[in-house]
């Protein structure tokens, strides 16, 4: 996750209180909460209390003095790298103490009361399944509650997460992030005050051969049955005419299983794609689409020639990368228009581009942080898979967690038939070997735009490096 404060307030206080500095903590370019230095304070006493001061990072010191602009800045800075650095701090930054803070924050800031409501999550075929919440439930309770509603057995939940989308004109999604365990869903979609902005159910897996244990249910079954389909739909995997054809019959026939076994074969099966954007791989200014799936990032990019060149980078030989942002400073309330993208987001990966070549590729994209969380998400899968580790037990939910059962259970239904594949889709190219240098466009908050903390880096234990038989 990406932690900024990149603006301060100052706040009338209460009951003719004196004023006092607020900082806005951004998270993934949109506000989260506004909190107080004090608040921060408390959470670090309360980590130090829990973890010892070795493990805890040094928290900026208390001023006996009203601090000037330029040391509220300076303390800014300082909050901001406390704050980054307990959240890459695997400990640390899955800690509840850690997590419940900010989802209280963040009910505290949107000033959401604790209520029951009914929250609509959405399947990939559009089906709303509706859930009755509270508007203080975390990430994991909401996600139990839909598994409750659609009867998804206990130990096929974690196989899926919620998604924070925006739907576009033509009813596809855009996604935006996988939601986290440090925000209420509810108060997360409901404070961007734009109805375009929906929480949806999908896999959150990449290796297709889990598709095995999900299909061992009928409703896991269903459930990736219906993403198939809708991922073919908007044309997220390549189907020629005769593939299609046999698509086409396998769902008449009701065939999910083999509709889903044909569909594994295909381009793209199980990829994630992004919407159109810009890079500076090969070369600067060049219009991409980037999808994530099969443990790499797939550019298809648009030269300024007009040709269109694909190629892959896969996660393995990924060094590190990071997500920069650049929030303009704002005369009027902060967050006042949270649902706009004022937010510049850049991602960039170093990579193993031959035996002895690291090279920086940038993707500037609205969508750079859910594009972190699929790089990350495939680096945990590997991991658990190179130790030898369960997918199932990665998966396993909270032991205490509190779980509602519905009397009446939700079917998930079949989608419509297919549409015919769009027959405009042009060729793609290899990439060309003979690649042209980049160097990183970091945005700094700091000073210099090349001050770059280690904490701001997602080092990789996935990397691999390659022998001459690979170049």
């Given at each position: 996750m990406?932690?900024?404060?990149?603006?301060?307030?100052?706040?009338?206080?209460?009951?003719g209180?004196?004023?006092?500095?607020?900082?806005?903590?951004h998270?993934?370019?949109?506000?989260?909460?506004?909190?107080r230095?004090?608040?921060?304070?408390?959470?670090?006493?309360?980590?130090?209390?829990?973890?010892?001061?070795?493990?805890?990072?040094?928290?900026?010191?208390k001023?006996?003095?009203?601090?000037?602009?330029?040391?509220?800045?300076?303390?800014?800075?300082?909050?901001?790298?406390?704050?980054?650095?307990?959240?890459?701090?695997?400990?640390?930054?899955?800690?509840?103490?850690?997590?419940?803070f900010?989802?209280?924050?963040?009910?505290?800031?949107?000033?959401?009361?604790?209520?029951?409501?009914v929250?609509?999550?959405?399947?990939?075929?559009?089906?709303?399944?509706?859930?009755?919440?509270?508007?203080?439930?975390?990430?994991?309770?909401v996600?139990?509650?839909?598994?409750?509603?659609l009867?998804?057995?206990?130990?096929?939940?974690?196989?899926?997460?919620?998604?924070?989308?925006?739907?576009?004109?033509?009813?596809?999604?855009?996604?935006?992030?996988?939601?986290?365990?440090?925000?209420?869903?509810?108060?997360?979609v409901?404070?961007?005050?734009?109805?375009?902005?929906?929480?949806?159910?999908?896999?959150?897996?990449?290796?297709?051969?889990?598709?095995?244990d999900?299909?061992?249910?009928?409703?896991?079954?269903?459930?990736?049955?219906?993403?198939?389909?809708?991922?073919?739909?908007?044309?997220?995997?390549?189907?020629?005419?005769?593939?299609?054809?046999?698509?086409?019959?396998?769902?008449?026939?009701?065939?999910?299983?083999?509709?889903?076994?044909?569909?594994?074969?295909?381009?793209?099966y199980?990829?994630?794609?992004?919407?159109?954007?810009?890079?500076?791989?090969?070369?600067?200014?060049?219009?991409?689409?980037?999808?994530?799936?099969?443990?790499?990032?797939?550019?298809?990019?648009?030269?300024?020639?007009?040709?269109?060149?694909?190629?892959?980078?896969?996660?393995?030989?990924?060094?590190?990368?990071?997500?920069?942002?650049?929030?303009?400073?704002?005369?009027?309330?902060?967050?006042?228009?949270?649902?706009?993208?004022?937010?510049?987001?850049?991602?960039?990966f170093?990579?193993?581009?031959?035996?002895?070549?690291?090279?920086?590729?940038?993707?500037?994209?609205?969508?750079?942080?859910?594009?972190?969380?699929?790089?990350?998400?495939?680096?945990?899968?590997?991991?658990?898979?190179?130790?030898?580790?369960?997918?199932?037990?990665?998966f396993?939910?909270?032991?205490?967690?509190?779980?509602?059962?519905?009397?009446?259970?939700?079917?998930v239904?079949?989608?419509?038939?297919?549409?015919?594949?769009?027959?405009?889709?042009?060729?793609?190219?290899?990439?060309?070997?003979?690649?042209?240098?980049?160097?990183?466009?970091?945005?700094?908050h700091?000073?210099?735009?090349?001050?770059v903390?280690?904490?701001?880096?997602?080092?990789?234990?996935?990397?691999?490096?390659?022998?001459?038989?690979d170049?």
């Amino acid at each position: 996750m990406h932690f900024s404060i990149p603006e301060t307030e100052t706040r009338a206080g209460d009951g003719g209180a004196a004023a006092y500095v607020a900082y806005n903590i951004h998270v993934n370019g949109v506000l989260h909460c506004r909190v107080r230095y004090s608040q921060l304070l408390g959470l670090h006493e309360q980590l130090r209390k829990e973890y010892g001061a070795n493990v805890v990072p040094a928290f900026p010191p208390k001023k006996i003095f009203t601090l000037t602009p330029a040391e509220v800045e300076q303390r800014r800075e300082q909050l901001e790298k406390y704050m980054q650095a307990v959240r890459q701090d695997p400990m640390l930054g899955g800690s509840e103490t850690f997590n419940s803070f900010l989802r209280k924050a963040q009910q505290e800031t949107q000033q959401i009361p604790t209520e029951e409501v009914v929250l609509e999550v959405l399947l990939s075929n559009g089906q709303k399944v509706k859930v009755t919440i509270l508007t203080s439930d975390q990430t994991e309770d909401v996600l139990e509650a839909v598994a409750s509603k659609l009867d998804l057995p206990d130990d096929l939940v974690g196989y899926f997460s919620l998604f924070l989308v925006r739907e576009t004109k033509d009813g596809a999604f855009s996604f935006v992030r996988k939601l986290q365990e440090f925000e209420l869903p509810y108060v997360s979609v409901t404070s961007l005050h734009n109805p375009e902005f929906r929480i949806i159910l999908r896999k959150s897996y990449w290796d297709s051969a889990y598709d095995d244990d999900v299909m061992e249910h009928r409703v896991g079954l269903n459930l990736l049955y219906a993403q198939t389909v809708s991922d073919i739909e908007h044309g997220w995997i390549v189907v020629n005419k005769e593939q299609h054809r046999q698509l086409k019959s396998l769902q008449e026939k009701v065939s999910k299983k083999e509709f889903i076994r044909l569909a594994q074969t295909l381009k793209y099966y199980g990829y994630l794609k992004f919407d159109p954007c810009v890079t500076d791989f090969p070369e600067k200014g060049c219009h991409v689409v980037v999808s994530a799936g099969n443990n790499e990032l797939n550019f298809q990019v648009r030269l300024p020639n007009e040709q269109i060149k694909e190629g892959s980078f896969k996660v393995t030989r990924m060094r590190c990368w990071r997500v920069t942002s650049s929030v303009p400073m704002s005369n009027g309330p902060s967050g006042s228009s949270p649902g706009k993208s004022e937010v510049k987001l850049e991602l960039a990966f170093e990579y193993l581009m031959s035996k002895d070549r690291l090279q920086w590729v940038t993707i500037t994209s609205p969508q750079a942080i859910m594009l972190s969380i699929c790089l990350q998400s495939m680096v945990d899968e590997l991991m658990v898979k190179k130790s030898g580790g369960s997918i199932r037990k990665m998966f396993r939910r909270r032991v205490n967690g509190a779980l509602r059962r519905s009397d009446s259970q939700q079917a998930v239904k079949s989608p419509p038939l297919l549409d015919s594949p769009d027959a405009s889709r042009e060729p793609m190219a290899k990439l060309s070997s003979k690649l042209t240098s980049v160097s990183l466009r970091g945005i700094s908050h700091s000073s210099s735009a090349n001050d770059v903390g280690a904490n701001d880096f997602h080092g990789n234990y996935a990397f691999e490096g390659i022998g001459d038989e690979d170049l």
